[in-house]
């Protein structure tokens, strides 16, 4: 017994040191030369300003949203106080892949995106222009609100489990694929120039396991626009022509992570594992106690 648990020991202690040789060597190495994938990107700015032409559309490939891993999950209440300065995506009648109906200006409708995620969770803040809100429509699309498209695999193809068409309407009403569903947090507030559209989508509902830095998901975003009462007025599409099929054409999502924050996750992970070890000693110093030799 006690040749066992020395060789217990020993296999514990080279874990311990594996682990803190790990983190040791993340730091100048594994991510070196990484951007700091939080900061605001100019190439957004860019990209808001950027009017696409038709001949356009049939040579330019999708465009893609970063989403930033948070450290603290942002409380879903619609305020965004609690969210990092991450990268956005501008969606207005300029910069849509999609555009039906009529538009007057970016304060009739546009919105700015936001992404972030965790191991558990995926979030999204929305922040839409609209000079008039509405919701007097049974159909969830008949009424302001936000549309997110998501291929969670990745594998462009619109009719798996991984796959969804998340509405949120001003009113606070969820829906997947227009009916109405409970398996998103979302929180609703108004605003001076229109509403905030704030949603948690669990990650079990895209993906089979655990998301990394790196893990790339299909996602567009659609607008929809009632100023008058009775079906919607305008439709926008961020990337695609459709907002719950035709995932081929959607952009993409991609998640990220800061260097330090990826450091942080990993000394923490390594910690975790260092009190374990000394438990699990502790644990069988006191077994060897009341063991017969
Ligand atoms: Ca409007
Ligand atoms: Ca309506
Ligand atoms: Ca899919
Ligand atoms: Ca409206």
């Known amino acids: 017994m006690k040749r066992g ?7 514990l202690c080279t874990v311990a040191l594996a682990a803190r040789a790990l983190g040791a060597g993340v ?18 700015s860019a990209q808001v300003e950027r009017a696409f032409t038709v001949s356009e559309y049939q040579t330019m490939s999708t465009r893609s949203l970063r989403s ?3 450290v603290t999950p942002p409380t879903i209440d619609g305020n965004l106080y609690d ?29 700015e995106i936001r992404s972030g995620w965790d191991e558990q969770t995926l979030y999204f803040a929305v922040e839409v222009r609209d000079d008039v ?11 302001d609100g936000v549309e997110i498209g998501i291929d969670g695999l990745y594998d462009k193809y619109s009719w798996g489990s991984d796959d969804h068409q998340y509405t949120v309407a001003v009113d606070g009403r969820t829906a997947d694929r227009t009916t109405p569903t409970t398996d998103v947090t979302a929180a609703i507030s108004v605003t001076a120039r229109g509403y905030v559209v704030e949603m948690a989508v ?14 790339v998901m299909g996602f567009t975003v659609g607008l929809h626009d009632d100023d008058d009462g009775g079906s919607w007025d305008a439709y926008l599409i961020w990337e695609g022509t459709n907002t719950g099929t035709k995932a081929e054409l959607f952009g993409s999502l ?5 260097l330090e924050d990826r450091i942080a996750s990993l000394e923490a992970k390594i910690a975790q594992l ?6 699990l000693l502790q644990i069988l110093a006191e077994f060897e106690q009341v063991t017969p030799p």
Do not use: Q
């Open 202 to 215: 669990p990650m079990t509902k895209l993906l089979p396991g655990i998301p990394i830095s790196g893990t």
């Open 27 to 44: 730091r100048p190495a594994g991510l070196a030369g990484a951007t700091a994938p939080n900061e605001p990107s100019t190439s957004v």
């Open 254 to 258: 991609i998640f990220t992570e800061r």
């Open 83 to 111: 969210w990092p300065l991450s990268e956005f995506i501008g969606v207005d009648r300029n910069t849509a892949f999609s555009f039906f109906g009529g538009i007057s200006d970016i304060n009739d409708l546009s919105a």
């Open 68 to 70: 930033a891993r948070l």
């Open 133 to 143: 809100l509405v919701a007097d429509s049974e159909d969830i699309w008949r009424d």
């Open 274 to 279: 260092e009190r374990r070890t000394r438990e």
């Open 5 to 11: 648990t020395a060789i217990l020991i020993v296999v």
